[in-house]
């Protein structure tokens, strides 16, 4: 009987102690969230019970400058039950993009940025200490989550503040051959130093990108892998692009996973060219909004969901090789498509 008693609590033991080291993280992240509409998607969210959710930008659609009918419209979101059961039960972190930014694709010449600004970072609760606030050049942030053999750092660049201005085809071209190929109005600048993120944001985002963690998670409001759609995204400012690749293999930086918004569709891209390892990128848009005129993506590597849509990025530390999984959920939690990624096969730097 002391026998089995004794092999009983050795396997409690061991599973106790298997248990423990299987830790894990969960963070969602999505985009694209018209306060006039219902939002049943957070139906889903909530039963997640996540350890972080990721608002990506169009957190509200305001495009206005008018600053009292902006704070009127976030209103609106506050007070619907979904989100305000998230931000009671999960921490929430946001990044804007151009609608919650004030005007549709604005850049750095929107005259209300200021007014915007402090807005948008009232209504996520933001210190009143923070750098956010007060820097000259935009609410750029990053956060650090976990303990140091299971860092995740979530990297949240402004792509608005300081945006150069958009290159456009013009109307005829658009109208006759963008269009029918359900691509947008916009082409690469032709200015090869032309930005979204201006100067000294690259300079903290390189320094944020030397920052010791195991995982980093560039959120951006934009899409960063597609290669071209004609639609705002990172491949209208090759400079950013090709600078943010050449800091990843100058600063050897393992484990660097990218999650956009802003589409109006969810997919997931995977770029290998010029590059030491696979970059994946989950886009997740929108939390209401849908796209039925979805754009060509060369590194789109499953399928699309126009539907409206929530990503998740789900981390086991405790496995010998820790596994990466990158889903994008519809309106009830279910699975559109996931990708299992090992961590090995994003940190080839010693």
Known sequence: MRTLVKVSLLLSLCFTTSFIKASTQ????????????????????????????????DNVYGDTENMSHLE?????????????????????????DDHDYGEND??????????????????????????????????????????????????MP??????????????????????????????????????????????WLEQELQKPSKIKVIASSLQLLADFTGWESWANYPYDRNRLFELIKKHQVNGV????????????????????????????????????NVSP??????????????GELFIEWGLEDPMLTLSLKNITGDVFTKHQVKLSTLSPYK
């Open 26 to 57: 969960k963070i969602l992240f999505g985009s694209c969230s018209h306060q006039d509409k219902t939002m049943p998607i957070f139906n889903a969210i909530n039963n997640e019970n996540a350890d972080l959710f990721i608002f990506l930008g």
């Open 72 to 96: 009127h419209k976030y209103e609106l979101l506050g007070n619907n039950q979904g989100f305000k059961k998230l931000q009671k039960n999960t921490p929430t972190i946001a990044i804007w």
């Open 106 to 155: 604005a850049g750095k010449e929107f005259p209300q940025k200021e007014g915007s600004r402090k807005i948008m970072l009232d209504f996520w609760n933001e210190p009143k200490n923070s750098p956010r606030r007060t820097r000259p050049d935009g609410i750029y942030t990053a956060y650090m989550y976990g303990k140091d053999s299971e860092k995740v750092h979530v990297i």
């Open 158 to 203: 402004d792509l608005r503040w300081n945006r150069d201005k958009l290159n456009s085809v013009g109307k005829v071209k658009y109208f006759t051959q963008r269009q029918p190929n359900n691509m947008g109005p916009y082409s690469p600048s032709e200015d090869p130093t032309a930005s979204m993120l201006g100067e000294k944001q690259w300079q």
């Open 257 to 292: 996973v990218i999650i956009s918004g802003d589409t109006h569709w969810g997919e997931v891209s995977k770029v290998t060219q010029n590059l030491d390892y696979p970059l994946w990128e989950v886009t997740s848009s929108g939390l209401t909004e849908e796209w039925k």
């Open 297 to 310: 993506n060369k590194h789109r590597v499953s399928g699309y969901t126009n539907k409206v849509n929530y």
